[in-house]
């Protein structure tokens, strides 16, 4: 069964930072796109961050570039989105999904994704 677990979630002050983990079990991250998305209340799923196949390319979105970094441990089957600078507009629901074949476009879309954790919530607040 392919399952994807996110953890590293919390309460953290603006200017702070949080390590989001996503650990997969049942496929090996090499085999797939890997994406960072978020959602916030009331608002669609974004996409933030991604790597290719066999991790040797990284893309982000304007609005976390710079902040934002993504990274893997294969060993451990695990993609790592490292958050720096934390504004109280990152607050949301982190989600990590993987994908079969690779994006059309670098971040590609929700659809493009065929496998999704259970989401972890970011708070960013004084």
């Known amino acids: 069964q392919l399952q994807l677990v996110e953890s590293g979630g919390g309460l953290v002050q603006p200017g702070g930072s949080l390590r989001l983990s996503c650990t997969a079990s049942?496929?090996?991250?090499?085999?797939?796109?890997i994406g960072w998305f978020r959602q916030a209340p009331g608002k669609e799923r974004e996409g933030l961050a991604c790597?290719?196949?066999?991790?040797?390319?990284?893309n982000y979105v304007d609005s976390v570039k710079g902040r934002f970094t993504i990274s893997r441990d294969n060993a451990k089957r695990t993609v790592y989105l490292q958050m720096n600078n934390l504004k109280p507009e990152d607050t949301a629901v982190y989600y990590c999904?993987?994908?079969?074949?690779?994006?059309?476009?670098?971040?590609?879309?929700?659809?493009?994704?065929?496998?999704w954790g259970q989401g972890t919530q970011v708070t960013v607040s004084s």
């Open positions: 999904a993987a994908a079969k074949t690779t994006p059309a476009q670098a971040m590609g879309s929700v659809r493009d994704y065929d496998y």
């Open positions: 049942g496929f090996t991250l090499d085999a797939f796109h």
């Open positions: 790597m290719s196949k066999m991790g040797r390319r990284t």
